[in-house]
């Protein structure tokens, strides 16, 4: 079965970086569309960035935009979620998501109800 698990968050300061990782199994790695999505307390769900089976398509929040990148690494089944000078309104539990390509076409990478099979969430907290 599709397996996902995040890795990499934890406390930082303003200003500072961080790198997530999701590692995928139970699948072919490269078939499937991935997201990087963040709930931060008594919000909804939101799309942080996302990013195409092959990696040839990307997509970033405005919130997002210019600070983080996102990147994938078929060869060794795992999504990567670069975050640079992380806000306090980072702050949330991240999530991994996969959802299968329709033929080799990922759609509205930003949006949760567009992927099926979500990992446990990693924790990032951006202190001031």
């Known amino acids: 079965q599709v397996q996902l698990v995040e890795s990499g968050g934890g406390p930082v300061q303003a200003g500072g970086s961080l790198r997530l990782s999701c590692a995928g199994s139970?699948?072919?790695?490269?078939?499937?569309?991935m997201g990087w999505f963040r709930q931060a307390p008594g919000k909804e769900r939101e799309g942080v960035a996302g990013?195409?089976?092959?990696?040839?398509?990307?997509y970033y929040s405005d919130s997002v935009k210019g600070r983080f990148t996102i990147s994938r690494d078929n060869a060794k089944n795992t999504v990567y979620l670069q975050m640079n000078s992380l806000e306090p309104e980072d702050t949330a539990m991240y999530y991994c998501?996969?959802?299968?390509?329709?033929?080799?076409?990922?759609?509205?990478?930003?949006?949760?109800?567009?992927?099926?099979?979500w990992g446990q969430g990693t924790q990032v907290t951006v202190s001031s």
């Open positions: 998501a996969a959802e299968p390509a329709v033929r080799y076409v990922c759609y509205s990478l930003g949006k949760p109800e567009n992927f099926r099979y």
């Open positions: 139970g699948f072919t790695y490269s078939t499937y569309c």
């Open positions: 990013i195409s089976n092959f990696g040839g398509s990307t």
